[in-house]
């Protein structure tokens, strides 16, 4: 155990995600070594985050203001919507600069064995947008994981009952892979969602 | 480093760090394994889709001090079209939850794994009825957890018959004489009900029992039954089972 602060900042870099205790003590000393005023940066980066941050009350992405970026972009197709669970899935959707819709964050995925249920997500914002913001075509990005698939699974029965077009991400072969080291399941995937060229 | 191969089910998987996730795997030979696979959340894993929760697969591991590390994994059955329908799914993933709960580590139970694999296959057969396959799986766990519900006859004293009570902490049904004051008495159709998943093909329960078979409000109550009966020996409910659309 150190004395007073060097421990306070230990133990509290050590409840962040991914910090054991041996990385907490070696942060901590990495700051206590770095220039005052990188320390004074750090700590306002994290104050401003935590003060000025705050959910899109349209769509649930991060946003300084009462809407985010994209719900206020004029230049945006405003009747395609692209469901994700997080918005760091928004941010890699928009890194590949091939949607020009707007998006909904669902803020996680159905999950049965850890108790979350539809409920839990922002499921019933997304239908009300549908009809306020009079939407022709959903896009499901969920991950393909279990939960993911689970979560697209349960929107793709409720916008079908409503009419709403609605269509699911492909999955297939990584770029640069090897097809004789796709598994069964990848190189299902792929096959049933080929295209014609 | 010891290397070992083995048959199992994927329970069910966290995310562990940037990339790894930490696996349940309900094994063949060495009952339930926690085990890494290391970098099976990047997009060009070698592991693809192959360790996806109710996958049933050969696997090679080595042991490590608190978790084994896979190595290799090669698919025998993926079950994705159970992973691909949220209500299967769910179904699917009470199924593995309530393995989870009875299988210990190096304990090896073939009737947990013949289980488990003909419960994911029922469902994996697109079932008009999949609540009354996880039932019925439910049920049955608590058999192969040495808790098998006595319905022939009564629990306490052994009068042979169709007895009105379904007593939990008594292992069964109980005749009148022995019930505990205020006991509510199981409708008739729920106590078959009872008997059918116990005992029912697959197939059948899968299909709904016919036209003739219990009506919706018996297959929830003994549905209620079976999961009350496995959660009161395991000593709390399943999570999974509450969100089953029924």
């Not at chain 1, 940066?41 to 992405?61: D, G, P, S, Y």
């Not at chain 1, 972009?73 to 928009?94: F, N």
């Not at chain 2, 766990?141 to 009068?159: D, F, I, K, Q, R």
Request: glycine content about 10%; aromatic content about 6%.
């Amino acid at each position: 155990m150190y004395e007073g602060p060097v421990q306070d900042l230990i133990t509290e870099l050590g409840r962040l995600p991914g910090v054991g205790p041996k990385s907490a003590q070696r942060l901590a000393f990495h700051l206590l070594s770095a220039e005052p005023e990188d320390a004074r940066r750090l700590a306002r980066a994290i104050l401003e985050a935590k003060e000025r941050v705050r959910f899109c009350r349209r769509c649930f992405n991060v946003s300084e203001r009462e809407e985010c970026r994209i719900c206020r972009d004029a230049r945006r197709d405003a009747h395609v919507l692209c469901v994700v669970e997080e918005p760091r899935d928004l941010q890699a959707i928009e890194k590949t600069a091939e949607f020009r819709g707007r998006y909904h964050v669902l803020g996680g995925a159905i999950s049965p064995i850890d108790g979350v249920g539809p409920e839990r997500l922002h499921i019933r914002e997304l239908l009300a947008r549908l009809d306020a913001e009079d939407i022709t075509e959903v896009v499901l990005a969920t991950n393909p994981n279990i939960e993911g698939e689970a979560t697209a699974s349960f929107l793709a029965r409720q916008l079908k009952a409503i009419g709403v077009p609605v269509s699911r991400i492909a999955s297939g072969l990584p770029v640069g892979g090897d097809l004789e080291y796709a598994d069964e399941v990848t190189l299902g995937r792929a096959f049933a969602g080929r295209r014609t060229l | 480093m010891a290397l070992y191969r083995e048959q199992g089910v994927v329970l069910r998987s966290y995310k562990l760090g940037e990339t790894d996730r930490i696996l349940h795997l309900f094994t063949q030979g060495r009952g339930k394994v926690r085990a890494v696979a290391k970098g099976v959340r990047r997009s060009g894993s070698r592991f693809g889709g192959r360790l996806e929760p109710f996958s049933h697969v050969d696997v090679q591991l080595y042991e490590g001090r608190e978790l084994d590390v896979v190595t290799q994994a090669e698919l025998i059955t993926s079950f994705a079209s159970v992973r691909g329908d949220w209500v299967l799914s769910a179904c699917g993933s009470a199924m593995a939850e309530g393995a989870d709960r009875v299988a210990q580590p190096d304990e090896r139970s073939n009737g947990l794994f013949l289980l488990l694999l003909a419960g994911l296959r029922a469902l994996s057969d697109a079932p008009a009825h999949p609540a009354v396959v996880l039932d019925a799986y439910l049920l049955r766990l608590a058999s192969v957890a040495g808790y098998h519900p006595y319905l022939e006859g009564c629990a306490s004293c052994g009068a042979p018959g169709a007895h009105p009570v379904f007593h939990i902490a008594s292992g069964g049904t109980l005749c009148a004489g022995c019930a505990p004051p205020g006991s509510q008495p199981l409708a008739s159709p729920v106590r078959a009900m009872l008997g059918v998943l116990a005992d029912g093909d697959w197939a059948d329960l899968g299909a709904g029992l016919g036209a003739t078979g219990p009506d919706a409000r018996a297959r929830r109550a003994a549905g209620a039954v079976a999961h009350s009966f496995l959660a009161y020996h395991l000593g709390r409910p399943l999570r999974s089972w509450e969100l089953v659309p029924r």
